[in-house]
C-alpha cells in the first residue's frame, strides 16, 4: 500500500497560471513525486483518484453556485487545504466585478448572456470554507510554493515572509523607484516575488496583495503629493487583489 501523503491540486475561476507555477518546479518535480502521491491534479493528468486527501492546493475564485459545493466538497475531503494565487486568496482581478453589476458585463461580454449562470460577486476561498494557509501572489512564487508544500510534509509551519516589497528591494541594493518619482504600491504589498518589478526599474503593482499591516492611508497621501490623481489611485488599489479589505477599502476612499 503507498504510504506517501496524497496531494490533490484544484482549479477554481482562475488562469492556471498558478498550477502552472507546480508544473515549472521541473528540477525538483521528480523528488515531490517521490515525497507525495499526485492522486489528482486535472491540468497534469487524466489520472484522477477520489479522496480523502492530505494536502489540497486550492486555485482561482468562487463565481458560480456550482463551484461553492464544490468547494464545501473538496474541505470535505481534505485534511489540509492551502489557497495559492491571487483568485483564491482575494478573489482575483475577476473581483473587478463586485463593484459593479455583473449583468452588465455579461450583456457586453457574452453573444447569448441567457446562458450564463453566475454569482454576482468572486470571492476567496476563505470566504466559503476553512483555510489552512493562504500563498498570495499572481502567479504564486514556485520556490515558496515548494517550501508550503515541504512545511507540509515536515509538520511545521511555512517560513512565508509577511513583510513588505521594500525590504526585498533593500536586500537587493535597489534604488528606491519612489524617490525616483514612480508610484510604487511596494511599501503595503507583501513581499515573495524577489522586488520583480523595482528591479526592473517600474513601481510595483501590488500583484502580492497587502502585507501583515499596510499603512495604505500613509502611502495614497505619498502619492497624492507626487501628483497622482485619485482614480489612478482606486485604480491601482483595485486590480489583482482588488476584494483583499485594505486594498478595497483604500482603493474605495479615492472613488471620484
Ligand atoms: S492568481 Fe494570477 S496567475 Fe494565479 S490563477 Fe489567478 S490570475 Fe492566474
Ligand atoms: S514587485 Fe509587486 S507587482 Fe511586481 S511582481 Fe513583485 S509584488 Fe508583483
Known amino acids: 500500500m503507498d504510504s506517501r501523503p496524497r496531494l490533490a491540486v484544484w482549479k477554481f475561476a482562475s488562469c492556471d497560471g498558478c498550477q502552472l507555477s507546480l508544473l515549472d518546479c521541473e528540477d525538483e518535480l521528480l523528488s515531490l513525486a517521490e515525497a507525495v502521491e499526485i492522486a489528482y491534479f486535472a491540468e497534469a493528468s487524466s489520472a484522477m ?28 475531503q481534505s485534511k489540509f487545504l492551502v489557497t495559492i494565487g491571487a483568485c483564491a ?44 494557509f493562504e500563498l498570495r501572489g499572481c502567479p504564486i512564487n514556485k520556490v515558496q510554493l515548494l517550501e508550503v508544500i515541504s512545511a507540509f510534509l515536515a509538520g511545521r509551519k511555512p517560513s512565508i515572509p509577511t513583510y513588505s516589497v521594500c525590504i ?51 502611502l495614497a497621501r505619498q502619492w497624492s503629493a507626487m501628483g497622482v490623481a485619485p482614480r489612478d489611485i482606486r485604480r491601482a488599489f483595485h486590480t489583482f487583489n482588488a476584494w483583499a479589505p485594505a486594498f478595497r477599502e483604500e482603493g474605495e476612499a479615492h472613488d471620484d
Open 49 to 76: 483518484e477520489g479522496g480523502p486527501y492530505d494536502l489540497s492546493l486550492v486555485e482561482g475564485s468562487i463565481t458560480t453556485a456550482h463551484d461553492a459545493e464544490r468547494i464545501r466538497e473538496v474541505r470535505r
Open 89 to 132: 486568496t482575494a478573489g482575483g482581478i475577476q473581483a473587478l466585478r463586485n463593484f459593479a453589476d455583473v449583468n452588465e458585463y455579461i450583456s457586453v461580454v457574452y453573444a447569448s448572456p441567457q446562458y450564463i449562470e453566475t454569482l454576482a460577486t468572486s470571492t476567496p476561498i476563505a470566504a466559503h470554507v476553512p483555510v489552512d
Open 168 to 218: 526585498e528591494c533593500k536586500r537587493r541594493g535597489n534604488l528606491c523607484v519612489m524617490v525616483q518619482g514612480t508610484p510604487c504600491l511596494g511599501p503595503v504589498t507583501q513581499a515573495g516575488c524577489g522586488a520583480l518589478c523595482p528591479g526592473c526599474r517600474r513601481g510595483c503593482y501590488g500583484c502580492y496583495g497587502p502585507m501583515e499591516t499596510p499603512d495604505t492611508a500613509m
